[in-house]
């Protein structure tokens, strides 16, 4: 079990055989434009997480890949090799210290392992640092919105859904309770665990073929569905809203702007970072009570302003010194 290795999620990347229109797709969801664009890779920064979008193998299927970040790659590749998990590709360095590693589970759903030293909160949410914490209320983070044109405030990735055959769910919660930990929900109809904050859940469909669903956190999840099929006029596949209890709402939309697979929206008012932004907040709580301290301290040795009076006085006395000098 990877346990305390686990940093929650980092990476989720897109493998389509249509890489200009599933970009045109996210840049319209998000509402920023990619930081990076080129032929064999296109991201995005979609809250705390960078959104990637790689051109297919021809004998690929889309699919979505989430990348959970772990604390030391080596460590946890080795508990992965002791499960006897299947490695996609080894641990390779990317530039920069960044370690990526991806697996398949016995199904042929495809995870990944990344380590990211340069990876903070303060650098994925600047605006962090100007008013979106709640530490005092729940030791979590608020997190403000990717982009003011985003349908709806998206707030990154909050949750990723595997769905699978209804006769495969408990092989299957057997398998990522190995690696995960026991799941925090646990019905015939869902399995959620939670990796620091964020979900990763199994979802049983009878019919429906393997394929794992990304997420969005948004503020309105009908404003964000409303707007989002407004804009892909040709939406071919809109799944209705769910309320699945303590004010958690969920949507789903397959357009054909987004050529091959579906992308989800939820709405959950209780989402907060948990142990993964716990150094970071304090790190930050430092930061901050430094700020505000060095700003109290200006404060108190700024000079009070000269009042009418004294400003009046002040002219005659130069007055005065400049008369005296002539007559010297």
Same mark, same amino acid.
């Given at each position: ?8 999620? !980092? ?44 051109? #297919? ?6 699919? /979505? ?11 946890? /590749?080795?508990?992965?090799?002791? @499960? ?54 729940? @030791?979590?983070?608020?997190?403000? /919105?990717?982009? @003011? ?17 209804? $006769? ?36 049983? %469909? ?21 707007? +989002?099929? !407004? ?46 932004? !716990?150094?970071? +907040? ?6 901050? /009570? ?7 301290? @200006? ?15 002040? !002219?005659?006395?130069?007055? $005065?010194? %400049?008369?005296? #000098?002539?007559?010297?």
């Amino acid at each position: 079990m990877l346990g305390s290795q686990l940093l929650g999620l !980092r990476t989720v990347v897109i493998k389509t055989r249509d890489v200009a229109k599933t970009k045109a797709f996210y840049r319209e969801l998000l509402g920023v434009s990619a930081h990076f664009d080129q032929p064999f890779y296109v991201g995005f920064q979609a809250g705390a997480q960078e959104l990637g979008i790689q051109p #297919a193998a021809p004998d690929e299927q889309y699919k /979505a890949i989430p990348y959970w970040g772990v604390r030391d790659i080596s460590v946890a /590749a080795d508990i992965l090799r002791k @499960r006897s998990v299947s490695v996609k590709s080894d641990i390779t360095d990317v530039g920069e210290g960044i370690l990526l590693s991806s697996y398949t589970d016995p199904y042929g759903n495809e995870f990944g392992l990344i380590q990211n030293p340069n990876f903070t909160l303060q650098k994925a949410h600047p605006d962090l640092l100007r008013g979106y914490i709640s530490q005092h209320q729940s @030791r979590g983070l608020c997190l403000p /919105a990717v982009g @003011r044109r985003s349908c709806g405030n998206v707030q990154g990735v909050f949750s990723m859904i595997l769905t699978c055959p209804t $006769d495969k769910l408990t092989d299957v919660r057997d398998w990522y309770a190995e690696i995960f930990g026991q799941p925090s929900f646990d019905q015939p109809f869902y399995v959620g665990f939670n990796i620091d904050g964020y979900e990763f859940g199994l979802h049983p %469909k009878e019919g429906r073929e393997w394929g794992i669903i990304p997420y969005f956190g948004v503020a309105n999840v009908h404003a964000s569905h409303l707007k +989002l099929t !407004r804009k892909a006029t040709d939406a071919h596949s809109v799944t209705k809203i769910n309320s699945v209890g303590e004010g958690i709402e969920l949507g789903t939309v397959a357009c054909t702007s987004n050529p091959e697979g579906e992308v989800g929206l939820i709405q959950n008012p209780k989402f907060c970072l948990s142990n993964a932004a !716990r150094a970071d +907040l304090d790190e930050l709580d430092g930061k901050l /009570a430094s700020t505000v301290s060095v700003a109290a301290t @200006r404060r108190k040795r700024k000079k009070p302003e000269p009042s009418d009076k004294d400003k009046h006085q002040a !002219r005659e006395d130069h007055r $005065d010194s %400049k008369r005296l #000098a002539k007559k010297k």
